[in-house]
Every structure is written in C-alpha cells, then in structure tokens.
C-alpha cells in the first residue's frame, strides 16, 4: 500500500472522530443548561430582564449575556431570563450581524488543506 494513502486514511479518520467528539460536547452543553436554568430564572425572580414582565418558569428563555459568537459560555453567569417576544426582537437584530462576521468554512476545505500541507511535506522529505 502507498504510504500516501495511509496518511490520507489516517487523517479521514482523525477527521471522523474529532466530528463524534464534536457532537458529543454539543449534547453536553444542552445537559448543563437545564440544570442551570432554575437558578438563573430564580436569579432574574422570574421576569424578563428587558420588560420586567413575570414568566412561567416553562416559558423562559434563556439568554445569553455574552453571545456564543463572541466567547461567552453557558455558566450560570452568562445568562438572563427573556420572554418570547424580547428574546425573538433581539435575535432579529442580531443575526445579521452575526451572518456578516462569521466566516463560514466547511469542513471538508479544511480537511483538503490538511491534507494538501501533510502531501507536500511528505514529498519534501522524500526527496
Ligand atoms: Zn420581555
């Protein structure tokens, strides 16, 4: 077998994984946030930050101070109660925003760029 192919399936599966791994974090971070939601609507004493108006405990949404997109996290800090329709006003004017600064690369684009980079220093050190 070419040594090229076998770093090329090395790297596909290394690709897989951090794929799985990926996933996996994602899960968690839902797990963390409802177990954090009760002390952060307690915090707010059940009302919306923004109109002060009271919620359900069910109808809480749960907002975050520092958005994702900028380093915030899901630490009980980080987050506020909003209601529906302010957390919905808000998003609004946000994801524009959002869209414009976040330079979207695929995967795959940075799998072939791996993969270009470990082909040419492979060839180099053959030589
Ligand atoms: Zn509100």
Same mark, same amino acid.
């Given at each position: 077998?070419?040594?090229?192919?076998?770093?090329?399936?090395?790297?596909?599966?290394?690709?897989?994984?951090?794929?799985?791994?990926?996933?996996?974090?994602?899960?968690?971070? *839902?797990?963390?946030?409802? +177990?954090? =939601?009760?002390?952060?609507?307690?915090?707010?004493?059940?009302?919306?930050? @923004?109109? &002060?108006?009271?919620?359900?405990?069910?109808?809480?949404?749960?907002?975050?101070?520092?958005?994702?997109?900028?380093?915030?996290?899901?630490?009980?800090?980080?987050?506020?109660?909003?209601?529906?329709?302010?957390? *919905?006003?808000?998003?609004? +004017?946000? =994801?524009?925003?959002?869209?414009?600064?976040?330079?979207?690369?695929?995967? @795959?684009? &940075?799998?072939?760029?791996?993969?270009?980079?470990?082909?040419?220093?492979?060839?180099?050190?053959?030589?």
């Amino acid at each position: 077998m070419n040594p090229i192919v076998i770093l090329v399936l090395i790297i596909f599966v290394l690709i897989f994984l951090k794929w799985l791994f990926g996933k996996e974090k994602k899960s968690q971070r *839902k797990l963390i946030l409802s +177990r954090v =939601r009760r002390n952060v609507y307690q915090r707010c004493n059940g009302r919306c930050v @923004w109109c &002060k108006k009271p919620i359900e405990y069910k109808d809480a949404q749960m907002d975050h101070i520092i958005p994702f997109s900028k380093g915030g996290t899901d630490d009980e800090n980080n987050l506020q109660v909003m209601c529906e329709r302010c957390n *919905k006003s808000k998003g609004d +004017r946000d =994801r524009p925003k959002h869209h414009k600064s976040l330079i979207y690369i695929p995967w @795959w684009i &940075k799998a072939l760029g791996i993969l270009f980079v470990i082909i040419v220093i492979y060839s180099m050190l053959r030589k």
